[in-house]
């Protein structure tokens, strides 16, 4: 049987479904009620079509999401994650048989990032201090100084090999 478990002010509230046509929202007149200001009063329905149930979104000011995606209306599947504004629910059923098999349309997509920057919060996780970069004025004059010496003592070099030597 296929239920609805709503994670709800840290309590976790399972709803089976036995009726064909479900509404969820805030009001008291839904048959799944969730007392949370995010849901709207007619947030939700759930319709069933024959072993399966279909959820369409009622205009909700906050949206449906199933999956981490925006859904209007779309059959649930086993293990889909549902969030209606910021409550969380689960859809379960207990399967006898074999598990629940996703159809071919659902199959799951891997995206590549949209972007390649790291996030805002990222820290380093490095056990070692970063090391900065400071500028070494009094070694890079001693290399400055040597640099100047080497090219003092080539130049003095080829200036005595240009010497002759008196006849």
């Given at each position: 049987m296929p239920k609805l478990s709503i994670a709800l002010h840290d309590n976790k509230i399972t709803h089976e479904l036995t009726e064909e046509k479900i509404t969820v929202g805030r009001a008291p007149d839904n048959l799944i009620q969730i007392d949370d200001p995010s849901v709207s009063s007619r947030h939700a329905q759930l319709i069933q079509?024959?072993?399966?149930?279909?959820?369409?979104?009622?205009?909700?000011?906050?949206?449906?999401?199933?999956n981490g995606q925006v859904?209007?209306?779309?059959?649930?599947?086993?293990?889909?994650?549902?969030?209606?504004?910021?409550?969380?629910?689960?859809?379960e059923s207990e399967v006898t048989g074999e598990a629940q098999a996703l159809p071919d349309t659902a199959q799951i997509k891997a995206r590549p990032a949209a972007t390649s920057e790291k996030p805002a919060d990222f820290t380093n996780a490095s056990p070692f201090?970063?090391?900065?970069?400071?500028?070494?004025?009094?070694?890079?004059a001693i290399m400055a100084a040597g640099a100047f010496a080497i090219l003092a003592m080539i130049l003095s070099l080829l200036n005595l090999l240009r010497l002759h030597a008196p006849l």
């Open positions: 079509d024959g072993e399966r149930y279909e959820l369409k979104d009622l205009d909700s000011t906050n949206g449906t999401r199933v859904v209007t209306q779309v059959f649930l599947h086993v293990g889909d994650r549902v969030r209606f504004g910021k409550v969380e629910a689960r859809y201090p970063n090391r900065k970069k400071e500028k070494d004025t009094v070694g890079l």
